[in-house]
């Protein structure tokens, strides 16, 4: 009996051994499998503060070449297309027929009204005769007139619905457009085409209440396109808003000339030059901060000790600087170098 209890002892320690190595193995292999501690590492950088500086500004706007007159041709009256007499990009002149419109219905109607004209005012002047014989009265009389005049109105009318009914060019110009076919039914007011004037053109800016006060109606301007790009055009001012809008911009329209032998299409964009310079305080920094092409310009802004990303909108360049047009404040601080190994949220280490 003792022996066993020995035994039992012994086996019992062990088992108690081996269960202890097992756990401190098991503590051991966790210990060794934790991922090591990365300490921070700060990105070395160079900054700049986003200061505002006096400038001479060129007075060079960007806008749109659009046609001096342009028409929407509209129908008058209701029915079918008779005839169409125009094709898409044909050259037509003010006061050309474009389309007629089916009046059959309308010319019977017009018929029995006219009918109906001609027997009321015979019974007009019939009662009125009678009416000095005492044979009739004057409400009668009365009566007949008003119906007589209800008819030469709705004559009146239907003669105007028919003349309507041919459809003619309000203005000179190219057929931009083609809304109906011949056989269709139109309704009164629908649009049947437009009507594009290119021969001349016009240019639509905004200036800032300082620019606007700096041009006078009748001024010549510059106008240049990517289009041409080593040509000019001349237009005048003819048109200044004497009113801003939301923004306090005022519209200014300038027109030119479409010249045959470098002809402009409506919709091309061009830059009106009012060779004029103001001073002006800008946002500027360094071209070097910019971490792309300027068409999607972005700089990093320090913020917390982290260089966090932020777009921006450029405007003209001066020398080894650019101006800012949208996306930061002065007193912002921006990196300059060291963007390489950088990303939104980095940490940083400002460089002395």
């Known amino acids: 009996m ?31 499998n934790q991922p090591a501690k990365v300490r921070n590492v700060l990105i070395p950088v160079t900054t700049t503060i986003v200061k505002e500086e006096i400038q001479d500004v060129g007075l060079v706007k960007t806008g749109m070449f659009a046609p ?25 002149r003010q006061g050309q027929t474009l389309a007629i419109i089916e009046t059959r219905l309308l010319e019977l109607d017009l018929q029995k009204s006219e009918s109906n004209v001609f027997k009321l005012k015979h019974d007009l002047q019939t009662y009125t005769e009678l009416l000095e014989g005492n044979a009739a009265t004057q409400e009668k009389v009365n009566d007949i007139r008003q119906t007589y005049n209800d008819a030469m109105n709705l004559s009146q009318q239907l003669r105007r619905q028919i003349a309507n009914a041919t459809i003619k060019a309000p203005t000179s110009g190219v057929i931009g457009s083609k ?24 240019v639509q800016v905004y200036l800032t209440e300082a ?24 237009g005048t001012v003819t048109f200044i808003s004497p009113q801003a809008n939301q923004a306090y911009n005022y519209l200014v329209e300038i027109a030119a000339a479409n010249e045959k032998d470098a002809p402009l299409h409506s919709g091309t964009f061009a830059y009106a030059d009012f060779s004029k310079k103001t001073a002006q305080k800008i946002l500027m920094i360094p071209r070097e901060a ?19 990303l932020r777009s921006i909108k450029v405007g003209v360049e001066y020398g080894s600087n650019i101006q800012v047009a949208a996306g930061l404040q002065a007193g912002d601080q921006i990196i300059t170098s060291g963007q390489i190994n950088l990303k939104d949220g980095t940490l940083i280490n400002i460089s002395k």
Do not use: H, W
């Open 290 to 308: 910019l971490n792309s092409s300027t068409q999607d310009a972005s700089v990093y802004v320090v913020r917390d000790g982290k260089a966090v």
């Open 179 to 202: 809304t109906v076919e011949e056989g269709m039914f139109v309704s009164t007011s629908a649009e049947i085409t437009s009507i594009v004037n290119l021969s001349q053109l016009k």
């Open 211 to 234: 620019e606007v006060y700096q041009i006078v109606p009748g001024q010549k301007i510059k106008l240049t396109t990517d289009v041409y790009p080593d040509r000019s055009f001349i």
């Open 68 to 92: 001096f007159k342009e028409a929407k041709v509209r129908s008058l009256s209701s029915g079918n297309v008779q005839r169409l007499l125009f094709n898409l990009g044909d050259n037509v």
């Open 2 to 32: 003792k022996k066993k209890l020995i035994i039992s002892l012994i086996c019992i320690a062990i088992i108690g051994f081996i269960a202890y190595k097992l756990v401190t193995n098991k503590k051991k292999i966790d210990e060794k």
